[in-house]
């Protein structure tokens, strides 16, 4: 019985590894041809997406060196500032970064009987109410929160974001700390009046390159370490480096755009 069940199991193995080679083979060829299943287009799309988004970043960068305005864009739903125009009206994603005071309700209980009862039942009471006060730290600890996906438009004179049907300005000009991670397509700007703003997606390199522009000058945009990643070549993956000094020369430049 063994001799036959040996005997009938190696050709189907056999059959079976032929088949999924075949399998890979067919499916390398199609991907190969342009042929692609839904997730595999997806990631394609995604790839391409970034790709041109990144191109984009670079040829502004390149602008900006040689002293050429951007073209501007019209954004109807938001009022303009007296002598603010508009460069960018893109989706991106949101966050802020801040704690918050969290309460927690301790649970008690009086127990009686066999001392071991009480014991374990005071036990369990006090691994309670640890597990509620360490989530409850958890909670209120300073992290990024309020994540979601935002429509961003950038002047030169301050960035707004659309979160939750309404538009939050985060002006140039109250800036205090800039960090472009253009690898890992994100920009962080911190405040003096309010909570760290973090942007992120495949728009925001060249949001990036607006606000270095605007808080610390057009040398910033060649000698910044993390925008001269936009001079190397390809891209990272879409998903935070300190910013240079210049911060008098914001307002001066800004208006000049």
């Known amino acids: 019985m063994a001799l036959y069940l040996v005997a009938i199991a190696g ?10 080679n075949g399998h890979r083979a ?22 391409d997406s970034s790709a041109r988004s990144w191109a984009q970043a670079r040829h502004l960068r390149s602008c900006l060196l040689r002293g050429e305005a951007p073209q501007a864009v019209q954004v109807w739903d938001v009022v303009a500032n007296p002598g603010e125009v508009f460069f960018m009206d893109v989706p991106a994603d949101y966050a802020r970064h801040y704690g ?3 309460t927690f309700t301790q649970t008690s209980g009086i127990y009686f009987g066999r001392p071991a009862f009480v014991l374990a039942g005071l036990g369990l009471t006090a691994m309670s109410n640890a597990a509620k006060r360490n989530a ?18 950038v002047g030169n004179q301050r960035l707004l974001c659309q979160v939750g049907g309404q538009w939050l ?51 910033a945009v060649s000698a910044h ?24 020369h914001r307002v001066d430049h800004a208006s000049t755009l």
């Open 100 to 102: 918050m005071d969290v």
């Open 11 to 20: 050709p189907l193995a056999a059959l079976v590894r032929a088949a999924i």
């Open 136 to 153: 409850a730290n958890r909670q209120a600890a300073v992290q990024w929160r309020e994540r979601q996906p935002c429509r961003l438009v």
């Open 169 to 219: 300005s985060f002006y140039f000009s109250a800036v205090t700390a800039v960090y472009p991670e253009i690898d890992n397509w994100s920009l962080i700007t911190q405040y003096g009046s309010t909570s760290p703003l973090m942007l992120s997606g495949e728009h925001v390199p060249s949001a990036a390159l607006f606000t270095v522009l605007a808080t610390h000058g057009v040398e």
């Open 26 to 47: 067919f499916r390398h060829w199609r991907r190969e041809n342009g042929h692609f299943t839904k997730s595999e287009a997806v990631v394609a799309q995604r790839h």
């Open 225 to 248: 370490p993390s925008l001269q990643r936009l001079g190397a070549g390809n891209p990272g993956k879409p998903g935070s480096t300190e910013g240079g000094n210049g911060i008098d």
